[in-house]
């Protein structure tokens, strides 16, 4: 069967670290993978977008990583900050290209 | 949140009855999306839209209806809502449709009793 998977024990770490974010699939063959930041009571806010062609994209202190081999996406944030804890969501284009498919999402907490 | 509004921001209702929530935008975009988010299934597309009167079926769509009359509004409809349909529902907008992003609106939190 179709699976997304994203951590869903919280991540901690200090301030000032890198923060890794995992997201693996099977049974998947997307074109595009995308990451989301999701606060508290709010919305998933968009922050990247990858395509199976792109090895790695950045965006600030944000880069991500796209493996089709290994069907994994990591997501790097440098120089955390706690304003950087949140729920951060993958989500790939489903199989028929119609729409877009959710992981659970990994909370990171970023301790000063 | 992108110039998106839900409302009623949060609803409870009883078992059995008809419930209408409202995805409102400003940002005239083509496609429009229904997720409902609970633990342990992270979010699930219901219906979308493609345009106006253009709309089609998502991953959780039995039990739900949708009507987009005008680009601006997408209208969401539990025909008669149930105890498993209590969850928090989200409106999200693209301006160019699948894959690319999406923009999400607050959310209507629903509790069916």
């Known amino acids: 069967s179709q699976k997304i998977e994203q951590n869903s024990e919280a991540l901690n770490i200090q301030e000032g670290k890198t923060a890794t974010l995992t997201c693996n699939y099977t049974n998947y063959s997307p074109a595009y993978l995308q990451w989301y930041r999701q606060d508290p009571g709010r919305g998933p806010v968009f922050l990247l977008l990858?395509?199976?062609?792109?090895k790695e994209k950045r965006k600030e202190r944000l880069k991500v990583t796209f493996d089709t081999t290994l069907k994994q996406s990591l997501f790097h944030i440098t120089a955390s900050q706690p304003a950087d804890s949140a729920t951060y969501l993958c989500?790939?284009?489903?199989?028929?290209?119609?729409?877009?498919?959710f992981g659970g999402g990994t909370r990171l907490m970023v301790k000063p | 949140d992108a110039g998106i509004t839900q409302s009623p921001r949060h609803k409870v209702t009883e078992t059995g009855t008809p419930v209408t929530l409202r995805c409102h935008q400003t940002e005239n975009h083509r496609y429009m999306y229904w997720y409902r988010q609970d633990p342990g299934h992270g979010l699930r597309l219901i219906h979308y839209s493609y345009g106006v009167k253009d709309t089609d079926k998502g991953e959780v769509s039995d039990g739900y209806s949708v009507s987009r009359s005008k680009t601006e509004d997408f209208l969401l409809t539990l025909e008669s809502a149930t105890s498993s349909q209590t969850s928090v529902y989200f409106c999200a907008i693209s301006s160019q449709g699948t894959p690319y992003e999406q923009y999400f609106g607050p959310g209507t939190r629903l509790t069916v009793t």
């Open positions: 990858i395509r199976e062609n792109e």
């Open positions: 989500a790939l284009l489903n199989n028929a290209g119609n729409m877009l498919t």
